[in-house]
């Protein structure tokens, strides 16, 4: 049993450097609605995985890695018949922007010790970040707040992936399923690309990947438009 | 085996980026260019990969081809519902669908 919110705040500050128990069960309790909404990317990552990777691989992947676009990106890449150096360096790529959501959120967790940073800094996601950064603005929540709204994303993101991944071994060939890909990107790009600047970025990329692969191995042509397509839109200022 | 390596070199990278910033005491800051390419790096890869996907390589028509063709209805249905269930539902029903008229 848990006390009330001021014996929360009085215990975190006496404990200092641990996450306290009620911080992380508020953050759990927040995160829920958030995670639920990124279960489909789980169950289509899931499907998608299905094409190349075990049973036991997708469920690895949702659990170490836990990262949604990318996980997404590699077992499309994978799916594609792509090496693995290139499905790594994308990877890469795709997280980059963690960086810049631990480095705006470190003033918040800081003072932590060593298990409860490594726990924190795990359950770093888009949408974990999101619910803690308002939290820890407006209202006075503890570090753990940010461990538990991971939390809550990573229990529904395991379990939606393996949801995806039973769907995807379920539907026999011939059924389209080959087509699940094709059709979760194209979602996916009206999901994410918020503007018209973004927009042209991906309509550059799409031009670039068509002659890109005419002269470079299949494996690297995702990795090579992306970079172009990127650096190229930096200059579209105006269509912000 | 290869796989599974690729997975848990993927889980340390991403590891080290969630993990780098928090454990530098000095404050970590990154110029504002690079805030702004990495923007546009999701729009540029799943762009990318889903050329990769709707014109199959070494297809002579490729306005002829299925995988474009089925594009149409899933996109008009990502655009409307942002619903991936049913965008995924759409995709693969027209996909089926045009692979046996054609």
């Given at each position: 049993?848990?006390?009330?919110?001021?014996?929360?705040?009085?215990?975190?500050?006496?404990?200092?450097?641990?996450?306290?128990?009620?911080?992380?069960?508020?953050?759990?309790?927040?995160?829920?609605?958030?995670?639920?909404?990124?279960?489909?990317?789980?169950?289509?990552?899931?499907?998608?995985?299905?094409?190349?990777?075990?049973?036991?691989?997708?469920?690895?992947?949702?659990?170490?890695?836990?990262?949604?676009t990318?996980?997404?990106?590699?077992?499309?890449?994978?799916?594609?018949?792509?090496?693995?150096?290139?499905?790594?360096l994308t990877?890469a790529l795709v997280n980059l922007r963690l960086l810049l959501l631990s480095a705006a959120i470190s003033?918040?967790?800081?003072?932590?010790?060593?298990?409860?940073?490594?726990?924190?800094?795990?359950?770093?996601?888009d949408?974990?970040f999101?619910?803690?950064?308002?939290?820890?603005?407006?209202?006075?929540?503890?570090?753990?707040?940010?461990?538990?709204?991971?939390?809550?994303?990573?229990?529904?993101?395991?379990?939606?992936?393996?949801?995806?991944?039973?769907?995807?071994?379920?539907?026999?060939?011939?059924?389209?399923?080959?087509?699940?890909?094709?059709?979760?990107?194209?979602?996916?790009?009206?999901?994410?690309?918020?503007?018209?600047r973004q927009?042209?970025v991906?309509?550059?990329?799409?031009?670039?990947?068509?002659?890109?692969?005419?002269?470079?191995?299949?494996?690297?042509?995702?990795?090579?438009?992306t970079l172009i397509a990127t650096t190229v839109g930096l200059g579209f200022r105006?269509?912000q | 085996?290869?796989?599974?390596?690729?997975?848990?070199?993927?889980?340390?990278v991403?590891?080290a980026y969630r993990?780098a910033p928090?454990?530098l005491?000095e404050r970590f800051k990154l110029p504002g260019w690079a805030y702004d390419w990495l923007e546009l790096v999701p729009a540029a890869v799943?762009?990318?990969?889903?050329?990769?996907?709707?014109?199959?390589?070494?297809?002579?028509?490729?306005?002829?081809?299925?995988?474009?063709?089925?594009?149409?209805?899933?996109?008009?249905?990502?655009?409307?519902?942002?619903?991936?269930?049913?965008?995924?539902?759409?995709?693969?029903?027209?996909?089926?669908?045009?692979?046996?008229?054609?």
């Open positions: 049993m848990t006390g009330t919110d001021d014996d929360g705040t009085i215990a975190a500050m006496s404990t200092a450097g641990n996450i306290h128990w009620s911080d992380v069960r508020a953050g759990f309790r927040a995160g829920l609605p958030v995670a639920a909404g990124c279960a489909p990317f789980g169950v289509a990552y899931g499907a998608v995985a299905a094409a190349t990777l075990s049973p036991a691989q997708t469920s690895l992947m949702s659990a170490t890695v836990f990262a949604g990318a996980q997404f990106v590699a077992a499309s890449m994978l799916a594609q018949g792509s090496a693995l150096l290139p499905v790594l990877c003033p918040h967790v800081r003072g932590l010790r060593l298990g409860p940073r490594l726990l924190s800094a795990f359950m770093l996601t949408e974990s999101a619910v803690s950064v308002a939290a820890f603005r407006e209202r006075h929540v503890g570090p753990g707040f940010l461990a538990g709204a991971g939390l809550a994303v990573f229990v529904l993101w395991q379990i939606a992936s393996v949801v995806g991944r039973l769907a995807g071994s379920l539907i026999p060939q011939g059924y389209g399923l080959e087509y699940a890909l094709a059709a979760s990107l194209i979602c996916l790009l009206f999901m994410l690309v918020r503007n018209r927009w042209a991906a309509l550059l990329s799409i031009l670039l990947t068509l002659g890109v692969r005419q002269v470079m191995p299949d494996a690297w042509v995702v990795l090579v438009a105006r269509w | 085996m290869a796989v599974t390596l690729l997975i848990l070199a993927m889980a340390a991403t590891f993990y928090l454990a005491l799943l762009a990318a990969m889903l050329c990769q996907a709707v014109f199959p390589k070494g297809e002579s028509q490729p306005w002829q081809n299925p995988e474009l063709l089925a594009a149409v209805p899933t996109a008009i249905v990502a655009w409307r519902t942002k619903s991936m269930l049913r965008t995924m539902i759409v995709g693969m029903m027209a996909y089926a669908l045009l692979t046996h008229m054609l």
